[in-house]
Antibody
């Protein structure tokens, strides 16, 4: 059974960097693509980007200049780095497996999510 | 970006009702359309991929249809545990985009 767990600070100051890690169990990080998605309080879902098993990344153009997704195969983890945060970046951040080529590029397993608030 | 528009934004139905939620894409996305269910305070749960394929373990009362720009999610006989917000998502083109959600409540 694949499980994902997000971790990182719950509070980040404006203009600073948000850094989250997703720990994966039950699947090899080297075998799939992995995504980050966020959801502002009371709002809908926004896809941030993904990293492939080969290290290829694709990001949402709206965040492309501020975001980096990386992978640590030795720890079976992948990470999200978002620089120059503002209050608009306050959201629950989810990590997920996918896009899954065998499932038409869907996101089949999700972490429980972690709330990150941007405030001084 | 491809815009995904769901309708209705919210609906109320009774146990046993047949419920249909619609998702429309701003351009042709073939069948690169997926559905997720989200309950309050929880992560989205993957229900349907490729417009009409049921993910393993998802009850058969859920079904999906459509291709191109128009898609539907149908619950054939609503159960109390189906009260949730439902999102469609396209994976035809980067950036992947979601519909705004449809909140389904039980009467």
């Amino acid at each position: 059974q694949v499980q994902l767990q997000e971790s990182g600070p719950g509070l980040v100051k404006p203009s600073e960097t948000l850094y989250l890690t997703c720990s994966v169990s039950g699947a090899s990080i080297s075998s799939y693509y992995w995504s980050w998605i966020r959801q502002p309080p009371g709002k809908g879902l926004e896809w941030i980007g993904y990293i492939s098993y080969s290290g290829r990344t694709d990001y949402s153009p709206s965040l492309n200049s501020r975001v980096t997704i990386s992978v640590d195969t030795s720890k079976n983890q992948f990470s999200l780095r978002l620089i120059s945060v503002t209050a608009a970046d306050t959201a629950v951040y989810y990590c997920a497996r996918g896009p899954m080529a065998t499932l038409s590029s869907s996101l089949d397993c999700w972490g429980q999510g972690t709330l990150v608030s941007v405030s001084s | 970006d491809i815009q995904m528009t769901q309708s209705p934004s919210s609906l109320s139905a009774s146990v046993g009702d047949r419920v249909t939620i619609t998702c429309r894409a701003s351009q042709n996305i073939n069948t690169y359309l997926h559905w997720y269910q989200q309950k309050p305070g929880k992560a989205p749960k993957f229900l349907i991929y490729a417009a009409s394929s049921l993910q393993k373990g998802v009850p058969s009362r859920f079904s999906g249809s459509g291709s191109g720009t128009d898609f539907t999610l149908t619950i054939s006989s609503l159960q109390p545990e189906d009260s949730a917000t439902y999102y469609c998502q396209q994976s035809y083109m980067i950036p992947y985009t979601f519909g705004q959600g449809t909140k389904l409540e039980l009467k």
